[in-house]
C-alpha cells in the first residue's frame, strides 16, 4: 500500500512538473513571436519615419500648406487613424478617423505602438526645422492588424498547445498509474494465493495426522462395535440406548475426518453440461434431508445449462444453503444469472447475517461464527469452487443477511 | 421664482450652445477634469461633419462655471435626461478661441448610473466593433446596471 501511495505521489508530481516545463516553454516561445512581431513593426516604423522626415522637410520648405495638404493624402489612407501637424507644440492641424481620438504624448517618440480597442497603432513622428528655425512635428497613427493578428494567433497556438500536451501527460500518467495498479493487484493475488497453497499445506499435514492417528483406530473401535452388536440383549432399553448413542458418535467422527480429508484432497473436475432445471429437481431430494430446511426459491432463465461438474456443484450449493440454515435463515432464494461470460450464483438469505469483522475469515478453515459448527463447511466450498476455476464472495450487513455469490 | 431660474436656465443654454466649438478639439488625455453640476440645456449637433449627430449639454457648475460638454452620438446615450438634472462628468478640457470652456466627456453619472464613453487615451467606445448601445453602464439604479 505504501509502495501505491509512494508512486501516485511520485507520478503527481512528475505530471505537474512536466505539465509547469512544457507551459513555460510555449510561454517563452508566445513571448519571443510576439517581441519579433513589434520589433518588425517598428523596424517598418522606422522606414516610414524617414521617409516622412524626407517629404515634410521639403513640404515645409514650400510652405505650411503644402505640408498640411501632404497630411491629408496620408489621412485618406484606409489604415491611417490619425494625423497630426505640431508646431512650437502647439497644435498647428490634426485630423482623426474617431470622433476627438489623437493620442499624442507631450514626449516625443518617433515610433510607438499602443493598443486601442480596434486593434494595435503605431504611431510615426517626425521632428523638423522651417527656414525661420521654428520646430514642427508630423504624427501619422495608423493601424498595424497585423500585429494583433500574430498576437491573438501566438496566444491560441500557445493554449492550445499548452492544452493538448498536458492532456498527453496526463493520460501517459493515467495509463501508467492504472498499468502498475493492475500490476500491483495481480502481484497482491499471487501473494494471497500463495499464502491460501501455503495454509492449506500446513492444513493438509494435519488432517493427514489425523488421518493416520485417528482413522485406523477408529475403523477398529467400529468393528468392534460391529462384533459386539449383536450380542447385545436388545430387551435392555438402556443398553440398546448406549449402544446406538456409541454408533452415532463413531459415525459422527468418521464424517468430520471425512470432511478433513476433504480439505487437503486434490478433487478430480468431470465437466459436464448440467441443466439446472434437473440440477434443482435433484437438489430437492438432497434438501430434503436437512436437520433444518427453510424455505428455498430458485430462479433461473428456461433451459439454461452450465458447463460444471455436478457433484462439486451439488456439494457447493448444499454447504452455503446449509450454512445459512444453521445460521438461522428461514428463507433463501437462488438466483442464476449470466455476467461477462461467467454464471453468477447469488444465494441470498434472510439470517441475521455477518459482522462486518467476521467477513474476511468466513473461508478460513476451523473457523467458524456458529455456536456449533466445525469451520470447515465454507472452507471446503471454497476450495471447490477455486477447484472449478471460479470464485466466490459475500457480501452482508449484520441483522440483514448475507448474500454469497459463486461465480463459475 | 422657479419660473425666473428655468428662464434663466434656458437663456444660459441657448447662449452656451451657440457658442462655437474648438477648431482642432480632440480629447487630450493629460487634460482631465471632473466637475458636478446641473443640466442647462440639451442639444444635437453635427461635429463632426456628416457622422451622426452629437448629445451636447450645457452644463454650470458648482462653482457656477459654464461648460459646453461633447458627450457622444445620440444613439448611443438613450438614458433619460432633462434640462436641471443633476450631473457628475470627467472629461477632457479644451478652451476655443471664443473662450468657452469645453470638454469632451468620457464619464458620465447620472441618476445613481455611470456611462463610459471613451477609454483612457480617449477612443470612443462607440467606435469599437460590436460595440453596442447606450454606453457601458455601472454603478448601482437605473436600467441595464451593471
Redesign the interface.
Known amino acids: 500500500m505504501k509502495i501505491t501511495v509512494k508512486y501516485i505521489a511520485i507520478l503527481f508530481v512528475l505530471s505537474i512538473f512536466s505539465i509547469g516545463i512544457f507551459y513555460f516553454l510555449n510561454l517563452n516561445n508566445r513571448r519571443a513571436v510576439e517581441a519579433r512581431t513589434l520589433e518588425l513593426a517598428e523596424s517598418e516604423g522606422r522606414t516610414i519615419e524617414k521617409v516622412l522626415g524626407t517629404a515634410s522637410v521639403y513640404l515645409l520648405d514650400k510652405g505650411e500648406a503644402h505640408l498640411i495638404r501632404f497630411m491629408d493624402e496620408i489621412f485618406s489612407n484606409d489604415q491611417v487613424v490619425y494625423v497630426a501637424i505640431k508646431r512650437s507644440g502647439s497644435?498647428l492641424?490634426?485630423a482623426?478617423k474617431?470622433?476627438?481620438?489623437?493620442?499624442l504624448d507631450?514626449e516625443f517618440q518617433a515610433v510607438k505602438t499602443?493598443s486601442?480597442?480596434?486593434g494595435e497603432i503605431i504611431e510615426v513622428a517626425s521632428a523638423m526645422k522651417d527656414r525661420s528655425g521654428q520646430p514642427y512635428t508630423a504624427h501619422i497613427g495608423y493601424f498595424f492588424s497585423a500585429i494583433g493578428e500574430i498576437r491573438n494567433a501566438a496566444k491560441k497556438n500557445f493554449l492550445l498547445l499548452t492544452v493538448l500536451q498536458a492532456s498527453i501527460i496526463l493520460i501517459i500518467i493515467a495509463f501508467l498509474y492504472g498499468f502498475s495498479r493492475q500490476m500491483l493487484r495481480k502481484e497482491m493475488e499471487i501473494q494471497r494465493q500463495k499464502e491460501e497453497k501455503e495454509k492449506f499445506q500446513e492444513i493438509s499435514l494435519i488432517t493427514a495426522g489425523i488421518n493416520h492417528e485417528i482413522r485406523n483406530p477408529l475403523n477398529s473401535l467400529y468393528l468392534s462395535y460391529q462384533m459386539l452388536e449383536p450380542l447385545l440383549d436388545h430387551a435392555n432399553q438402556e443398553a440398546v440406548f448406549h449402544s446406538n448413542s456409541l454408533k452415532r458418535e463413531i459415525k459422527r467422527v468418521q464424517g468430520i475426518i471425512e470432511r478433513f480429508s476433504n480439505l487437503s484432497r486434490v478433487m478430480p473436475v468431470r465437466r459436464e453440461e448440467v441443466d439446472l432445471e434437473q440440477f434443482f429437481v435433484d437438489m430437492q431430494n438432497v434438501w430434503a434431508g436437512m436437520a433444518v430446511r427453510p424455505e428455498i426459491s430458485h430462479h433461473h432463465e428456461p433451459n439454461m445449462k452450465v458447463s460444471t461438474d455436478r457433484s462439486l456443484l451439488t456439494q457447493i450449493i448444499t454447504n452455503v444453503v446449509s450454512n445459512a440454515a444453521e445460521a438461522g435463515a428461514s428463507h433463501i432464494d437462488i438466483a442464476i444469472t449470466t455476467q461477462k461470460g461467467k454464471t453468477v450464483f447469488s444465494i441470498k438469505d434472510d439470517g441475521p447475517g455477518i459482522r462486518r469483522e467476521h467477513i474476511k475469515y468466513i473461508f478460513d478453515p476451523f473457523v467458524t461464527f456458529k455456536a456449533s459448527g466445525s469451520g470447515i463447511g465454507l472452507a471446503l466450498t471454497k476450495k471447490m469452487v477455486l477447484q472449478l476455476g471460479g470464485r466466490i464472495e459475500v457480501e452482508s450487513t449484520e441483522d440483514h443477511g448475507a448474500e454469497f455469490r459463486i461465480y463459475l | 421664482m422657479k419660473k425666473l431660474s428655468a428662464c434663466l436656465f434656458v437663456v444660459l443654454g441657448v447662449i452656451s450652445l451657440t457658442a462655437q466649438s474648438p477648431v482642432f478639439h480632440y480629447f487630450d488625455q493629460k487634460n482631465l477634469i471632473d466637475i458636478q453640476g446641473q443640466v442647462l440645456a440639451i442639444d444635437f449637433e453635427e461635429i463632426y461633419g456628416k457622422k451622426s449627430a452629437f448629445l451636447m449639454l450645457s452644463i454650470q457648475s458648482e462653482d457656477q462655471r459654464l461648460f459646453q460638454v461633447e458627450v457622444c452620438p445620440q444613439w448611443f446615450f438613450t438614458a433619460d435626461i432633462a434640462v436641471g438634472m443633476r450631473i457628475n462628468i470627467r472629461g477632457s478640457l479644451l478652451e476655443n478661441s471664443a473662450g468657452t470652456t469645453y470638454l469632451i466627456a468620457q464619464e458620465i453619472s447620472l441618476q445613481g448610473e455611470r456611462f463610459t464613453l471613451r477609454d483612457s487615451k480617449g477612443f470612443p467606445l462607440w467606435s469599437r466593433s460590436g460595440g453596442g448601445r447606450h454606453g457601458n453602464r455601472k454603478g448601482s439604479g437605473g436600467r441595464g446596471k451593471q
Do not use: K, M
Open positions: 497644435l492641424h490634426a482623426s474617431y470622433e476627438g481620438y489623437l493620442p507631450s499602443f486601442s480597442p480596434l
